[in-house]
């Protein structure tokens, strides 16, 4: 079991507070075990070109996502016995990371990543080396932060929200 707190993007968190659901698995396992958990999305706007002198604003743009958790190898262990043998970077799943507030001093975070697939597993088993820990790189499609799911991206480009 891990004796340090998770890592979420920059800053600690209790055990206790921190909450990792995957649709396999054991979560519980998956969660102490847990070291860090390091996340990124971005929308690249790109520029409306034409021959008018005014500027024509931004496009959509291309929205790009990554996730990487670093899990102790036994719980890494664990959660390859529930993915397919014969290529389980293929397999396509959601996940769902929570803070919990134990004293209701914060209000509780959920960050839901949608249509994952685990980009690159990256480990060392032996001793000196990288330790006993295995960071999954994962890319996903989308990122919804918050009780009401906000989204970086629109969900759906036809109803792409403007405001006057």
Known sequence: MSLQPSYLNGKYYDHACLRISLPFGNNNFLTIHTKS???????????????????????????????????????????????????????????????????NSFETSRLKFQRCEIKSTNGGSSQGQAGLDVQLDIVFCQLFEGQEEASLAPVDLDKIVTTV
């Open 37 to 103: 958990v390091t996340y990124t999305n971005s929308l690249g706007k790109e520029a409306i070109i034409g021959s008018h002198p005014a500027a024509l604003g931004f496009g959509v743009g291309k929205y790009e996502g990554s996730l990487s958790i670093t899990i102790i190898r036994e719980a890494w262990e664990q959660l390859r016995s529930f993915l397919p043998v014969n290529g389980y970077g293929m397999a396509i799943f959601d996940a769902v990371i929570e803070y919990i507030s134990i004293n």
